[in-house]
């Protein structure tokens, strides 16, 4: 039995839903199914900005948040990306979803490749929004060292953010996506999803797969570049489209929600 909760400050446009499994937000009841996963900073409301973009009766939207993370944060596991695969198609069948669209941000584009290369019948179209790619990020010693220090020093943590979005934006935002996991997430998801992200290769399992594929970058970001999406990501989907989208950087969804959007919905509904 699911527990519905409106959210006060915005009930015209979702609601969230805890579910048996994952909890998520969701929006509309439209015909154009989607699953959207949040970052490694992120949490269920990472795509919320877009929803006043987003038609209702158009668009059926959920993004749950992952194990550890926000509204599932009670929900303890492994925090690795083939048990968010399974999740999310557990979700899906909670859904009565049999085919759907997938997208994700960052993190949760790595985890969007692994949910198709579990169950590539049951995707229609995959967006990658600064994504990381399938095979990982190929980090040394000391920069995946920098990076687990996000939980414990708040420096470590302002630099990844500054550098993700090209050091141009505002510090009460940069110090407000810093300090988001601390509020929403568990410092064992936090980290174990930084290995699950971060390292493990299961691209060639990607060969052969073929659907609609679209990859949005913002031309600020300082890690999640266009040329850095064609050798890896597009590399297993030669027709893929890649978007560099202008004035944004790791965060799109925050800095150019509309632009995103409308993105997102010429994509999907075209």
Do not use: C
């Not at 929803?51 to 939207?61: E, I, T, V």
């Not at 009565?96 to 997938?102: I, K, V």
């Not at 790595?110 to 994504?131: D, E, F, M, S, Y």
């Not at 708040?154 to 510090?171: C, D, N, Q, Y």
């Amino acid at each position: 039995m699911s527990q519905t909760v409106n959210i006060t400050s915005v009930p015209r446009f979702y609601e969230m839903t805890v579910m048996k499994r994952l909890s998520t937000t969701s929006f509309g009841h439209g015909p154009i199914k989607v699953i959207a996963l949040h970052g490694w900073f992120g949490d269920e409301t990472t795509f919320s900005p877009l929803f006043r973009a987003l038609d209702p009766d158009q668009f059926h939207w959920v993004s749950p948040a992952l194990r550890g993370y926000g509204a599932s944060r009670h929900l303890q596991g492994a925090y690795t990306m083939q048990e968010v695969a399974e999740d999310v198609l557990a979700l899906a069948d909670d859904l009565g979803w049999e085919r759907f669209n997938l997208i994700g941000h960052s993190m949760g584009g790595k985890a969007i490749q692994r949910v198709l290369a579990n169950a590539p019948h049951r995707i229609a179209k995959l967006i990658g929004v600064t994504p990381v790619p399938a095979s990982g990020v190929p980090f040394d010693d000391g920069m995946f060292g920098f990076f687990q220090q996000a939980w414990s020093n708040p420096e470590a943590a302002l630099g990844i953010v500054t550098h993700s979005v090209g050091g141009r934006l505002p510090k009460r935002y940069i110090e407000e996506i810093a300090t988001h996991p601390h509020r929403v997430a568990s410092e064992a998801s936090f980290l174990g999803y930084l290995n699950a992200w971060a390292k493990g290769d299961f691209s060639a399992e990607l060969a052969g797969i073929s659907l609609p594929v679209k990859v949005i970058v913002g031309e600020h970001d300082g890690a999640i570049t266009a040329d850095f999406m064609r050798g890896t990501f597009l590399a297993h989907f030669p027709n893929g489209e890649l978007e560099t989208m202008p004035n944004a950087g790791h965060y799109p969804m925050d800095e150019t929600p509309l632009a995103l959007a409308a993105s997102i919905i010429h994509f999907l509904a075209g």
